[in-house]
């Protein structure tokens, strides 16, 4: 699948990608360098997307961590499968709401989210935020890129420690909202 078929699946439903353009490699970059990866061994991404933060994850993680990448695009779904799918690397096809229903009652280590939260319905963004934060271990970490600081307060509600980040880097320029419990 081409970039330019990515492109045009995230500009068809940007009502549900919430972006112009993917995340650039210097905000993954940042992102991810607020995840401690050693010893993480179940890890979660919301919003695979075209595969950018995904990338990133698959060269941090441990070889023996699984990851579970959540996309509600079929059309994304087929191509993170195509690229990325393998034993460690599963790609879900369903709503970051119905995370439980997929990982056995595992708890999680990270959650790396780039899910447009201010366009998510709010029983479906709710849904999200308290699965996460029964999920996730209490040494776990959640981290969220987004471009507008105004997400931190909803985050607030589930999360005790919480920091935010910024970044240049990026159209548009971003935030980074680590969140722990
Ligand atoms: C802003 S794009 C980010 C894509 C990519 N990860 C990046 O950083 O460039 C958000 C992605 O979340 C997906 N998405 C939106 N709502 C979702 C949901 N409820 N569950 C899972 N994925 C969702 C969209 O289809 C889109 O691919």
């Given at each position: 699948?081409?970039?330019?078929?990515?492109?045009?699946?995230?500009?068809?439903?940007?009502?549900?990608?919430?972006?112009?353009?993917?995340?650039?490699?210097?905000?993954?970059?940042?992102?991810?360098?607020?995840?401690?990866?050693?010893?993480?061994?179940?890890?979660?991404?919301l919003?695979g997307?075209?595969?950018?933060?995904?990338?990133?994850?698959?060269?941090?993680?441990?070889?023996?961590?699984?990851?579970f990448?959540?996309?509600?695009?079929?059309?994304?779904?087929?191509?993170?499968?195509r690229?990325?799918?393998?034993?460690?690397?599963?790609?879900?096809?369903?709503?970051?709401?119905?995370?439980?229903?997929h990982?056995?009652?595992?708890?999680?280590?990270l959650i790396?989210?780039?899910?447009?939260?201010?366009?998510?319905?709010?029983?479906?963004?709710?849904?999200i935020?308290?699965?996460?934060?029964?999920?996730?271990?209490?040494?776990?970490?959640?981290?969220?890129?987004?471009?507008?600081?105004?997400?931190?307060?909803q985050?607030?509600?589930?999360?005790?420690?919480?920091?935010?980040?910024?970044?240049?880097?990026?159209?548009?320029?971003?935030?980074?909202?680590?969140?722990?419990?």
């Amino acid at each position: 699948m081409n970039k330019s078929s990515l492109f045009k699946e995230l500009f068809v439903n940007i009502k549900t990608t919430g972006a112009v353009t993917f995340s650039s490699k210097s905000l993954v970059n940042k992102m991810l360098s607020f995840a401690d990866f050693k010893g993480a061994k179940i890890i979660v991404e919301l919003g695979g997307g075209d595969g950018s933060i995904t990338r990133g994850i698959i060269d941090r993680m441990d070889r023996d961590a699984t990851l579970f990448v959540f996309e509600i695009s079929e059309h994304f779904c087929r191509n993170l499968d195509r690229q990325y799918g393998s034993k460690n690397v599963k790609i879900i096809c369903d709503s970051a709401e119905n995370m439980d229903r997929h990982l056995n009652g595992d708890k999680v280590d990270l959650i790396l989210s780039s899910l447009p939260f201010s366009l998510i319905p709010k029983e479906s963004r709710t849904a999200i935020y308290e699965k996460s934060s029964v999920m996730l271990k209490p040494s776990g970490f959640f981290i969220q890129i987004c471009y507008s600081y105004l997400l931190r307060f909803q985050f607030a509600s589930y999360f005790s420690n919480i920091k935010t980040a910024f970044t240049l880097k990026n159209f548009p320029p971003a935030f980074i909202i680590i969140c722990n419990s």
